[in-house]
């Protein structure tokens, strides 16, 4: 993680290009770009904000200050320049019961330690578990967001009946609200092929909302939600007792925040990655997003983690250093202390077309055309994981999409491993038995099964060159195999197996050959197996 002693030494990162890997060099022209794009991202986080802070049950400030916060501190230490962070509906609806029932300081409290867990993940470098989502699962991911982006869009297409209950526009409410998205959405495909030196939203947010007020048109406006006039957010402990109740209390929502805050963040640190072609820095990230929550709980925030919408809002409209992220987080304050006016009056539908676009950028397309062209098994994952984030949440769909992935792996691997038999070139009258394919959990089984002792001759050999001793339950496996011949009366041999087998296998390491060309790898440490010693032959 960068550090900092001082403003100027801050500017400096800002402007040294070579001081990472990740980062795009700031010249005056990607300066005015990141600038107006985190106007752009600013004022597509508002009317979010606030919802998700409606959705939590807690006040409209608490998720604006929320989104200022994280914002700023993971703009400034984050593992990918380019991404926005800010209060999120994926976290919003897991707060909510915790708020209903205990109130909104032990949501605060919550938000602190899910941030040192946050932390804690960075510290030990969690992060790089993430490289075992396998591509079905980000294709789901990115789905499951898009459908979650747009439904949530479905909330502003609903007013306020005389008995304060919410009901779906009809008439020409509906007409002109859906009239001006599509104008917003246009402006959007259309402005690129004209001109790149504003971004497509800023620019057509601004015409669209200068229409709606030139012409008095009737449509509802950020204003209707919740003002965004507030204050700076202030440092307080949360009001809470501290003991072991309370951490029984708050622990299980901190650990289910921290890890659906770290999933979202880490993924769309990767979907950013691979529209900008930067890679690494998740343990930063993990560390940043951390220390953001941690601060936000204690400045009166309801904490969050990275936004796919907004950063696909960022990079698509060119944002591609920390300036951007850091602007947009100050815009947004400034809109909080000074500027509510002028917000309350951006109607709705802009926004609205602008979150539609990226719903359209962010679904994966390609994974339509895939259909039918790849395994049966990647398609059930994509649609369960896409299914899953819409219904639950997105940790959820990932653990299932990884659980999928890796139980129809292991089945095609165990479906590997064969053996072809040949009489011993060496042993009189003796058969070899050469294995071929990985032998692990899934395998053991079927390695069992290729043997028959009662029907094989006096001598067995069988030879692991053309396999992978992998686990523990290969090694017992062996061992298995070994008593069966050994009941039988029967003399047992087993080559090309790595020297590390003979002190694991208790009852068949004996029966090892040593050979000049045995294998290297290794499948344990000093505290047991480990399959992730494997090396090659």
């Known amino acids: 993680m960068a550090k ?20 795009t060099p700031l010249t005056p022209i990607q300066a005015k770009t990141d600038i107006l794009s985190g106007l752009t991202v600013a004022l597509a986080l508002v009317p979010e904000a606030i919802a998700f802070a409606f959705v939590a049950g807690v006040a409209p400030l608490v998720g ?7 914002g700023l501190i993971t703009a400034i230490f984050g593992g990918r320049p380019g991404m926005i962070s800010g209060a999120t509906g994926a976290l919003a609806v897991v707060m909510v019961a915790l708020v209903a029932e205990h109130g909104v300081q032990y949501l605060f409290a919550t938000v602190v330690l899910m941030g040192i867990f946050q932390v804690l993940a960075g510290v030990f470098k969690l992060g790089k578990f993430m490289r075992l989502v396998p591509h079905p699962v980000m294709l789901g991911f990115v ?7 747009f439904w949530a869009q479905m909330d502003f297409f609903q ?10 526009m009809t008439g020409a409410t509906l007409w002109i609200t859906l009239a001006l998205v599509a104008l917003t959405m246009l402006l959007i495909w259309i402005t690129p092929k004209i001109t790149r030196a504003i971004p497509a939203p800023l620019l057509a947010i601004t015409l669209v909302a200068a229409l709606v007020i030139i012409f008095d048109i009737n449509v509802l406006s950020v204003g209707d939600l919740s003002s965004v006039k507030g204050g700076l957010p202030t440092f307080a402990i949360p009001i809470i007792p501290f003991t072991f109740e309370t951490l ?13 805050g770290l999933i979202e963040s880490l993924l769309t640190l990767n979907l950013v990655g691979d529209i900008t072609g930067k890679k690494g820095g998740a343990s930063q990230e993990c560390l940043a997003q951390g220390g953001a929550n941690i601060v936000t709980g204690l400045f009166g925030g309801m904490g969050g983690c990275a936004m796919i919408g907004q950063s696909m809002i960022n990079v698509n409209s060119g944002g591609r250093t920390r300036l951007a992220g850091i602007a947009a987080a100050l815009f947004l304050l400034s809109f909080i202390l000074f500027a509510s006016g002028i917000i309350d009056l951006i109607p709705l539908a802009a926004l609205v077309g602008v979150m539609f676009m990226v719903v359209i950028g962010t679904f994966a397309w390609q994974s339509i055309k895939l259909m039918g062209r790849i395994p049966v098994s990647d398609i059930l994952v994509i649609l369960v994981v896409t299914a899953v984030t819409v219904l639950f949440n997105l940790a959820i769909a990932v653990f299932v999409g990884v659980i999928i992935s890796a139980l129809v792996y292991a089945w095609n691997a165990a479906a590997q491993i064969q053996v072809h038999t040949r009489l011993s070139e060496t042993e009189k009258g003796a058969i070899v038995y050469e294995l071929s394919g990985p032998l692990f959990f899934g395998s053991s089984t079927r390695f069992q099964e290729l043997f028959e002792p009662e029907n094989d001759p006096a001598t067995i050999i069988i030879d692991f060159n053309g396999s ?4 523990h339950s290969a090694l017992q496996a062996i061992d298995a195999v070994a008593a069966k011949y050994e009941a039988a009366g029967k003399k047992l041999m087993l080559r ?3 020297r590390d087998c003979h002190a694991l296998l208790a009852k068949a390491g004996q029966l090892i050959v040593d050979m000049d060309d045995d294998p290297s790898y290794r499948i344990a440490t000093d505290y047991g197996i480990s399959a992730g010693k494997i090396g090659g032959h």
């Open 248 to 260: 029984y209390i708050i622990l299980p929502y901190a650990l289910i925040l921290g890890s659906i």
């Open 143 to 149: 789905n499951g967001l898009a459908i979650v982006i």
């Open 159 to 168: 007013i306020k009946d005389s008995s304060g209950h919410h009901v779906w």
């Open 4 to 23: 900092f002693t001082t403003i100027a030494d801050f500017t400096r990162r800002l402007r040294t290009p070579d001081r990472s890997p990740n980062d």
């Open 496 to 498: 090309h197996l790595s």
């Open 468 to 471: 992978r001793v992998v686990d």
């Open 64 to 70: 604006l200050h929320a989104a200022f916060i994280v």
